[in-house]
């Protein structure tokens, strides 16, 4: 017996050795604490974050939706973000998705009495973890549905966590970044299910995938939007015969969506976009902007464009050129450039593109699905850009792998000294939404994160440990003997 005990301990200990040593893990702690380092809480000045976080305190303290009390401290004559419907209470102009995810992490705050601006700090903490568990997924899906190398899936997810959007809005109180984790959700559970473990735990996955997906119209109406690519990579796979398992949970949060409404607006179909008092919303500017114009602002702009803040997405290009090549990924191709242009064309018809943002929030919730593409080239760059039946000359195909390398990794790196100069330096740069005013803020040693302004060391003990720990994934997967 006692021998059978410690066999017992010595299997739960490798496990939690294994667990503990494990790459993903790593990922996850190593991308939080890179977040923690930029928190730097709510923003009162930003109108989308304080009446969120107003909603939030509302529903706890009050068991109401209206934020009536907190008009007082808003910066006036700015009432932006708000509806105003006839009941006469004032309101958040977005969808509740965010306010209900927020309230039991306030209200946590609120049991253990911390105050603002405190428990504004923990409730970013939210937006990381949410974010930093979208990496680990990306990394998971690489590896198990895609075949791809640790190494190059661990690339991937770097990719994302810190040279795009994603590390910036990390660090804020935006919807876009949870959506972003539940579009990935829903994407990793068909995916995985189509591609490599089809026939098992079909309808569980299906009914997951639903419950996350019905969630997205809640934290942004524009998500519906992506139900469509949803909806047909079901029906063209085995899985068509269970799509109502999907659709019925979808239907369910809907119904929590128009008694909302029903609620606060006194008609379900009315959102919160219908009694804005002004026109800082995303559809009350309506389709004037010319949409080649929107295309421009939102792929190679300095204020928006994606190409122009990463430019080493640019190889999402090429990925997608290989997926869609290949009959294996092809669906997959497809279901991800569908979702990114069914987004960016809806956002690049609307006058309005974001608010006063870094970069572009829109785009946020399929950026992961532009990072995937590029592991396919990661994995054979000579294959994509210097084969044999592509070039003639002798010192392309000899170098071509390691001029690929290079010119990788130096978009790499810019893109991360990009975005994290925009996380921080300002996040919510009001009308100054250009790199040389995060640059300027940079050089003046204006540095937005809470942490590090009150003791610049506790916020190295903080960030080199979250550094170190990358890096070390990154060495370890690249030691090991690819298969």
Not at 162 to 172: N, Q, S
Request: aromatic content about 16%; some cysteine; overall charge positive.
């Amino acid at each position: 017996m006692a021998i059978h005990n410690l066999d017992n301990q010595g299997g739960t200990s490798a496990k939690i050795r294994s667990l503990v040593s494990s790459i993903p893990l790593k990922l996850f702690f190593g991308t939080f604490l890179v977040y923690l380092f930029c928190n730097n809480g709510i923003d009162w000045d930003s109108a989308s974050e304080r009446t969120r976080y107003a909603q939030i305190k509302a529903i706890i303290e009050g068991n109401v939706f209206y934020i009536d009390r907190f008009i007082p401290s808003f910066p006036h004559p700015q009432l932006w973000d708000l509806s105003l419907p006839p009941n006469g209470h004032y309101y958040p102009n977005k969808p509740p998705g965010l306010t209900f995810l927020g309230v039991p992490v306030v209200y946590i705050t609120s049991v253990l009495r911390i105050p603002y601006p405190l428990d504004g700090f923990i409730l970013i903490l939210l937006t990381c973890c949410f974010t930093s568990a979208t990496v680990v997924l990306l990394y998971s899906l690489c590896i198990r549905s895609f075949g791809m190398s640790e190494k190059v899936s661990l690339l991937v997810s770097l990719i994302y966590s810190f040279a795009t959007f994603a590390f910036p809005h990390a660090v804020t109180l935006y919807s876009n970044s949870f959506s972003a984790f539940f579009v990935f959700s829903v994407v990793y559970l068909l995916v995985s299910q189509n591609k490599k473990e089809e026939g098992k735990n079909q309808i569980t996955r299906l009914l997951v995938s639903g419950i996350m997906a019905g969630y997205l119209p809640l934290l942004d109406y524009s998500n519906v939007l992506l139900f469509l690519p949803f909806l047909l990579y079901i029906f063209f796979s085995k899985n068509r015969r269970y799509i109502g398992i999907f659709l019925l949970p979808v239907t369910l949060w809907l119904v929590v969506l128009l008694t909302y409404h029903y609620v606060c607006f006194g008609d379900p179909f009315i959102t919160s976009y219908g009694y804005a008092i002004n026109t800082r919303n995303t559809f009350d500017w309506g389709y004037t902007r010319p949409l080649h114009l929107g295309l421009l602002r939102f792929l190679f702009t300095p204020r928006r464009g994606i190409f122009i803040y990463s430019p080493v997405l640019i190889f999402s290009i090429f990925g997608f050129y290989v997926m869609l090549k290949d009959k294996q990924d092809r669906k997959e191709g497809v279901l991800f450039l569908s979702s990114f242009l069914i987004i960016l064309f809806f956002f690049s018809a609307l006058a309005y593109s974001s608010g006063w943002v870094f970069g572009s929030r829109r785009l946020d919730p399929v950026l992961p699905l532009l990072c995937i593409p590029i592991g396919r080239v990661l994995q054979s760059p000579k294959k994509v850009f210097f084969s044999k039946n592509t070039l003639t000359n002798s010192f392309l195909e000899k170098n071509g792998t390691k001029l690929f390398w290079f010119a990788f990794s130096a978009l790499f790196l810019l893109s991360i000294v990009i975005n994290g100069l925009g996380a921080i330096t300002d996040v919510h740069p009001m009308n100054l939404e250009y790199l040389d005013h995060n640059i300027n803020l940079f050089l003046n040693g204006q540095i937005h994160s809470l942490i590090w302004n009150i003791s610049p060391l506790l916020g190295l003990i903080i960030l080199l440990p979250a550094i170190m720990i990358n890096v070390y994934a990154l060495y370890k997967t690249s030691k090991r003997r690819e298969e």
